[in-house]
Nanobody
């Protein structure tokens, strides 16, 4: 499956941004979808994941209550709604697809990666 992330940009602290990830190539709803991020000088880390039906979600503690992951299987697209953005959210955000179970995904279980989209939160 090919993944194309978009929607990154510059946002002020406290602001909102919505990232999108469009999928093509194979059946989108066969995959658990997720988002990771990588800040400068840091390892890529898990942000959120969503199960195939869109009912079950998982979040990193650092974004819980501020970010919302969702998916539209009819449109083969997943989203990450970022609210109450903080400067520490600044990173390149990557979408990911996983054939296994939903949860707090590790990088090693991701089957497909999208290219990143840069989010910069100014203070």
């Amino acid at each position: 499956v090919q993944l194309q992330a978009s929607g990154g940009g510059l946002v002020q602290a406290g602001g909102s941004l919505r990232l999108s990830c469009a999928a093509s190539g194979r059946t989108f709803d066969n995959y658990v979808m997720g988002w990771f991020r990588q800040a400068p000088g840091k390892e890529r880390e898990f942000v959120a994941s969503i199960n195939r039906s869109g009912v079950t979600t998982y979040y990193a503690n650092s974004v819980k209550g501020r970010f919302t992951i969702s998916r539209d299987n009819a449109e083969n697209t997943q989203y990450l709604e970022m609210n109450s953005a903080k400067p520490e959210d600044t990173a390149v955000y990557y979408c990911a697809a996983h054939r296994g179970a939903v949860g707090a995904l590790s990088r090693s279980v991701v089957d497909y990666w999208g290219q990143g989209t840069l989010v910069t939160v100014s203070s």
